[in-house]
């Protein structure tokens, strides 16, 4: 049974830091993209960032720059650093995982879902 569970969310003041983790069960971590996606309220889920299989790393526009997602094969654990932090990025974030290993932006591509933790920006 494939389980993922994110924490690190909170509430934070714009220009502030969070770390969120993702702990992932259940697969086989090391050969499987990872993504990072997040949902305002009233807003559709929305691409954060991907790791793939090898480390490769890619970025919404929105957060380039300001966000790294980076992985530790061996605590089976995916990390978004969310630095520089706005309002706007106020959301639930969800980590994903493919059965594959190339990363995509597009949330149907992933098979697997945590269940999400809230990320507040005060202004």
């Known amino acids: 049974q494939v389980r993922l569970v994110e924490s690190g969310g909170g509430l934070v003041q714009a220009g502030g830091s969070l770390r969120l983790s993702c702990a992932a069960s259940?697969?086989?971590?090391?050969?499987?993209?990872m993504g990072w996606f997040r949902q305002a309220p009233g807003k559709e889920r929305e691409f954060v960032g991907t790791?793939?299989?090898?480390?490769?790393?890619y970025y919404a526009d929105a957060v380039k720059g300001r966000f790294t997602i980076s992985k530790d094969n061996a605590e089976n654990t995916v990390y978004l650093q969310m630095n520089s932090l706005k309002p706007e990025d106020t959301a639930v974030y969800y980590c994903?995982?493919?059965?594959?290993?190339?990363?995509?932006?597009?949330?149907?591509?992933?098979?697997?879902w945590g269940q999400g933790t809230q990320v507040t920006v005060s202004s």
């Open positions: 259940g697969l086989t971590f090391s050969s499987r993209a």
């Open positions: 790791i793939d299989w090898n480390g490769n790393t």
């Open positions: 994903a995982a493919r059965v594959g290993g190339v990363a995509t932006l597009l949330a149907h591509m992933y098979n697997y």
